[in-house]
Structures are given as structure tokens and as C-alpha cells.
T-cell receptor, first 114, second 117 residues
Framework: AQSVTQLDSQVPVFEEAPVELRCNYS??????LFWYVQYPNQGLQLLLK??????LVKGINGFEAEFNKSQTSFHLRKPSVHISDTAEYFC????????????FGPGTSLSVIP | GAVVSQHPSRVICKSGTSVKIECRSL??????MFWYRQFPKKSLMLMAT?????????EQGVEKDKFLINHASLTLSTLTVTSAHPEDSSFYIC?????????????FGPGTRLTVL
């Protein structure tokens, strides 16, 4: 079975400080990897995705993530956060063999402190 | 960019009534749409996969007769919560896979907040 783990349920960080949100996955088959952001009472917005190629991917709003196959991780980073980055962040995987559903992690609540 | 809309954005209903939620792909065709449910402070749980012109595939534990899904066209899927009860109160989100694009391309709707009194 496939699963996605986000070890940190809540991450408080001061404005302009760097942040890393951790994501690990477990899968017997190859996967595509995604990070989504959800603002209060809104749907999901895609931040970035890893399909193949370079393991470092850059997304919107200054976020980037690095795929590490040996550690089955896909951590999200931003060098300097803003108040507007306060939101819920979800790591997700899509199985390459089935293409039918995205499996989401439990989410990390990022709170940026002024 | 591709846009997915949901209607209504918020609905309050009495226990025992049925509620229909629409999911539309506004500027693209979607052979496959997905319905998710999200509890407060929780992640998204896939309820069912909806393919245009065929029966939906429900995830384990999701009641087919409770959550009726219809995908009648390439741009519209509907979720009907029948005989709603307070425990059905939740945030329902749909997503649509863009026909003709890479299989990884899914677009999410803004969600529908259902409150059952």
C-alpha cells in the first residue's frame, strides 16, 4: 500500500526566516510527487511537482522541493517566508501505474509569525 | 489556465434532505473527476472516481447509495448527498483531470462547505 507522511503537523516560523516542510512517502511503484497549498476555506493550489529529471524542482511563490529517491522524501523549502504563506500544505503522490488517484499526506499547518 | 468551479460554495440544510453539489471544468474537458472529503484540520480523503458516461468507482467505506455521483458530460460531475445527517457535514472538494494533457494534470475546485443541521 502507498502512504504519505508529513511528520510536522504544525510549523510556526518567524517572518523572513527559512522553512522546511518534510514529506516522506512509501510506495512499491514509482510515483509522481506534488505539493499543494490550501488557504482557509479554499480549494487546493498546486505549488510544484516532480515528474522526472532534475531532483530539485521550483514552484510558485518562491517554494522549491527536492526529491530524494533513496530516502523516499520530497521536502518543501522556502528561504524567506511571508505572512501570506500562512496556510495548510499537503504533500501528495500519484502512482505511475494507475494514474487514477492522488494520495494526500495529513498536511502541515504553516504559521508565519510577524 | 484550467479552471474548475463548484456550486454551491456553501450550503446549509436540514437533516434528512438531499443536497446536490456540482463540479464543472470551465475551459477544458475532463473524462475523469474525483470527489474528496475533508474534515476540519484533516487531509483530503478520496471518496470516488467519476468517469464520464460510466459508473463511479467508490473507495472502500464510502456508501454508494449515500453519495450519488453522476458524470453526464465531459465538463460536469455532480455529487448528491442523500438524506443528509449532521455527520455528513464537511468540506467537499472535486478535481478534474484535463483530457489530452499528461495524466498528472489535475485541477481542484474551490470546495463546497456542507453544514447539516
Amino acid at each position: 500500500a502507498q502512504s504519505v507522511t508529513q511528520l510536522d503537523s504544525q510549523v510556526p516560523v518567524f517572518e523572513e526566516a527559512p522553512v522546511e516542510l518534510r514529506c516522506n512517502y512509501s510506495s512499491s511503484v514509482s510515483v509522481y510527487l506534488f505539493w499543494y497549498v490550501q488557504y482557509p476555506n479554499q480549494g487546493l493550489q498546486l505549488l510544484l511537482k516532480y515528474l522526472s529529471g532534475s531532483t530539485l524542482v521550483k514552484g510558485i511563490n518562491g517554494f522549491e522541493a527536492e526529491f530524494n529517491k533513496s530516502q523516499t522524501s520530497f521536502h518543501l523549502r522556502k528561504p524567506s517566508v511571508h505572512i501570506s504563506d500562512t496556510a495548510e500544505y499537503f504533500c501528495a503522490v500519484l502512482l505511475k501505474t494507475s494514474y487514477d488517484k492522488v494520495i494526500f499526506g495529513p498536511g502541515t499547518s504553516l504559521s508565519v509569525i510577524p | 489556465g484550467a479552471v474548475v468551479s463548484q456550486h454551491p460554495s456553501r450550503v446549509i440544510c436540514k437533516s434528512g434532505t438531499s443536497v446536490k453539489i456540482e463540479c464543472r471544468s470551465l475551459d477544458f474537458q475532463a473524462t475523469t473527476m474525483f470527489w474528496y472529503r475533508q474534515f476540519p484540520k484533516k487531509s483530503l480523503m478520496l471518496m470516488a472516481t467519476s468517469n464520464e458516461g460510466s459508473k463511479a468507482t467508490y473507495e472502500q467505506g464510502v456508501e454508494k447509495d449515500k453519495f450519488l455521483i453522476n458524470h453526464a458530460s465531459l465538463t460536469l460531475s455532480t455529487l448528491t448527498v442523500t438524506s443528509a445527517h449532521p455527520e455528513d457535514s464537511s468540506f467537499y472538494i472535486c478535481s478534474a483531470r484535463h483530457l489530452g494533457r499528461a495524466v498528472d494534470t489535475q485541477y481542484f475546485g474551490p470546495g463546497t462547505r456542507l453544514t447539516v443541521l
